[in-house]
């Protein structure tokens, strides 16, 4: 199937997969909107179809991270946002059951594109870490180049200034031996 035939952009699917215990997962509400279903039914479906959700397929968030994730959202009304129980969230695997258990034409294309969007994303991933570790690469070269460069600009600064020519002594030079003027021997001395 053609992404094109799904209305659903890839950027929105995105923008909803948070990082919650260390897995990239996609809330209950989110699915249930990407799939145009009420978040009960999703849950529903779910509830009589638990034994195909073990905990690495979804999870229920606990209240502490219930209130992380309002405070990082800065939602407080919990009725509003159909909060009244603890959300469901699907990691990849959880996401890809749910297709299975919804049985709905629509949920199978919007497994289909959330399962491009998670590829996407791992692919980011996995491109950022070899960008960081061939810059890592790069900084360790041009520290051994920033001391190469440095001798060189030194070398180049010692030829760029001429060598300091011998000075010349001003005045003349004798090349007798010197004289001994005012010294007094044993036998100088005038009597008076």
Known sequence: ?????ISI???????????????????DRDLAELYGVETAQLKRAVRRN???????FMFELT????ENWRCQFGTSNSEKLGLRYNPMVFTKQGVAMLS???RSKRAIEVNIAIMR????????????????SKLQDLEQQLKGHDEQIQTIFEVIQQLLTPPEQPRKKIGFEVKEPRATYGKRTKGSRKKK
């Open 100 to 102: 299975s258990v919804l």
């Open 1 to 5: 199937m053609d992404e094109k035939e």
């Open 50 to 56: 638990i034994e195909r959700f073990p905990v690495d």
């Open 117 to 132: 969007a998670f590829v996407k994303l791992r692919e980011l991933l996995a491109t950022h870490k070899e960008l960081a």
């Open 9 to 27: 952009p890839r950027e929105r699917i995105e923008k909803s997969i948070m990082l919650i215990r260390g897995k990239k997962v996609l809330m």
């Open 63 to 66: 209240k502490q991270e219930l």
